[in-house]
């Protein structure tokens, strides 16, 4: 059994998904924003996912914007389409983070716009799954 994690964006979401064991996050894809509730109910049926962990876009100063509505909006149809439990995470900067990653591993920038959003969903995915390993 396994777990989404889910980069929100307006244009497209990153969908990465945990191991059995719920310990490692893997980037999986990007589906465009439009029709992404049902694209996603599909890759929890064939993950056997338990759980949905949606990004919560929080403004630097750790208050809830425009986006951060916009994503508990969506988490909350993800939760009605899927039955899953939905949980949202602060994902302040992991976008950044992504970005940095495949700096520093020297990824082409045609290669980082492609696969950015779904690096960012891993590192939102593998941050929960580290603190939910810490309690």
Do not use: C
């Amino acid at each position: 059994m396994t777990i989404i994690g889910i980069d929100y964006g307006r244009k497209r979401l990153g969908i990465a998904v945990s191991d059995a064991g719920h310990r490692i996050a893997t980037p999986l894809t990007v589906v465009e924003r439009r029709g992404a509730e049902s694209a996603i109910r599909k890759v929890a049926e064939e993950q056997g996912a338990t759980g949905i962990v949606v990004g919560l876009p929080l403004r630097t100063d750790g208050k809830p914007g425009e986006m951060a509505d916009e994503a508990a909006a969506f988490a909350e149809g993800l939760r009605e389409q899927t039955g899953l439990s939905v949980e949202m995470w602060d994902e302040r900067l992991s976008t950044a983070q992504a970005e940095r990653v495949m700096l520093d591993a020297d990824v082409s920038r045609t290669n980082r716009k492609k696969n950015l959003d779904k690096a960012a969903a891993r590192i939102i995915l593998q941050s929960y799954l580290d603190a939910q390993q810490r309690r």
